[in-house]
């Protein structure tokens, strides 16, 4: 079976509706503090763009590249955080915006090498969450939608580099789920 981008888990409206929602959530909760945006690259691309445009607050983005799946969608472990890539996050409230919460691997570390760091908090906020049990449980403190433990594609999320353009998150169809020996 061909692997391809199936069936439509959220459409365009729901994720913008979603999103309107989500950064009220954020602005209550910093109340206008200035804060440091970590985005964590390449699946975050889509949900930060469209999430920091919602903010009056104050704000700075940092970008982190930090690869956890190879293009087959093979774990690869642990994830390498580029910390010298961030700059100054000592003393600053950081709020750090991934794709997905998957094994929980890329949050875990980035929480704990940002909280290392000095910053004076670490918020975690990602546009899903798998429910399925994590490897690492992580507290998110924001979240767009809890999702099915399936292989989604679309709005920034890739499958071997491909369908991050789509609008919508889909569910990857032909896809094998079987987990790669490691
Ligand atoms: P973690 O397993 O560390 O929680 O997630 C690591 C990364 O794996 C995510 O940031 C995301 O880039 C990728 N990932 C996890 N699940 C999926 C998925 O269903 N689709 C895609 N495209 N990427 C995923
Ligand atoms: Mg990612």
Known sequence: MEVRPGKVLLDEKEIAAR??????EIREFYGGM???IVGVLDGCLIFLADLVRRFEMPLELALVKVRTYIDEAAPQKPPDVPMGELGGVAGRHV?????????GATLA??????TAAGAGSVRLCALLEK?????QEVHLDFCGFRIPDVFVVGYGLDYAGRWRNLPHVAVLEGYDETP???
């Open 131 to 135: 429910k399925r049990e994590h490897e």
């Open 180 to 182: 790669p020996v490691v």
């Open 109 to 114: 570390a980035l929480k704990s090498e940002i």
């Open 34 to 36: 200035p804060i440091v």
């Open 19 to 24: 999103l309107d929602g989500l950064a009220e």
């Open 95 to 103: 709020l750090v915006v991934d794709d997905i919460y998957d094994t």
